[in-house]
């Protein structure tokens, strides 16, 4: 077998499942849980997380694609599979094929949904959105009247959920959610006027779970909770999250400059004392980004040493000159934790000017995904 180079994202399955638990201890039994795994469960490798997130008991999935809809069926997933984004016409039978559930916000996919359920016999379950605020999809409140009663003689479209979507669920002492959730109350009630009867009500991703009552709804939509990722914010103080993520490599080569050196592209830092310097083989395009450029950290030995000069597409450079005993092939942590240091997804984040989110998704594809703690100890480069 090929031997990989010793970078690599080591995902911990316990810890995920731990983070699972601790959703579904918060939101209690009268609430579903629907685990969202778009983007490659956030980076993570979807092939190991949604397996183990539906044997720790995860109701329902969220996708953003319908490819990632299939992808779950191919993977063996039962449960039903939402799909938050847009279906685009086209993909109307591959809907049905998987039996994935669209989330309705326009009526020309709802017609062309319908057709298509109609051509093969059969019905669509779908969720309706709301826009209660968010400003980007659901049908704007004050239009449900004409929308409505056009759903209801879809006679090949079936209602099983009604959701909507928060705008600023991380930030609890703005009024807007507390607004948001008043509005789909509203939008229940009119809903239920018109005769439908969907058996979820939803609106809280991981910001909304943790930080007030999840008053009118029976289900939530954690993502970033689950990957331990949810920073910020006065949540819940009995919640306990852990990091499921590490990002790993190696020192690949060592040198010894000399005061006065400029090293990588640009010379954006130069020696200012005899120095030892080591090459890692990661690079921006695994997703360490470029913006970390003289201001990033790595643990070695349990130890921060700072990235110095530029970041490259597959190297970066450490200044080592006071780790003594430093030698070729020693772990370089990137994300996570050696010893007593840990460099977590936020801080990382704030240096480059984002998001937990985006740090995650980054990471690109050649880094192979190792996940530890698993029911099995698998290895898979992709997935
Ligand atoms: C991605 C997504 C979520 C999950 O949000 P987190 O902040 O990661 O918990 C929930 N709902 C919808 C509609 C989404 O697109």
Redesign the pocket.
Known sequence: MLVPRPTRVEIDLVALRHNFLEIQRTVGADCDVLA?V?ANAYGHGVSHVAPILAAAGADLF?V?LLEEGVELRRLGIKQPIII?GSVFHGQEVEVLQHQLTPVLYDLTCAHQLDRAASEAGRTIDYHLKVDTGMGRLGFRVKLLDEVLPVLKSLKNLNMTGLMS?LAVADEPERSLTGLQYQAFAGVVDKVESFGFTPCYRHIA???GIYSRKLTGCNMV?????LYGGLTGGPFDPSFSQQPVMRFVSQVAQLKELPAGEGISYGHRFVTSRDSKVAAIPVGYADGYNRLLTNCGEVLIHGQRFPVAGTVCMDWILIDVTDLADVQIGDDVTLLGRDGDEIITAEEWADKVGSIT?EVFCNISKRVPRVFVNGPTQAHCLQG
Not at 221 to 225: E, F, K, L, Q, Y
């Open positions: 969202v778009k969220g953003a938050l979507h991703n991981s910001a939509r954690p993502g970033i909770s989110y």
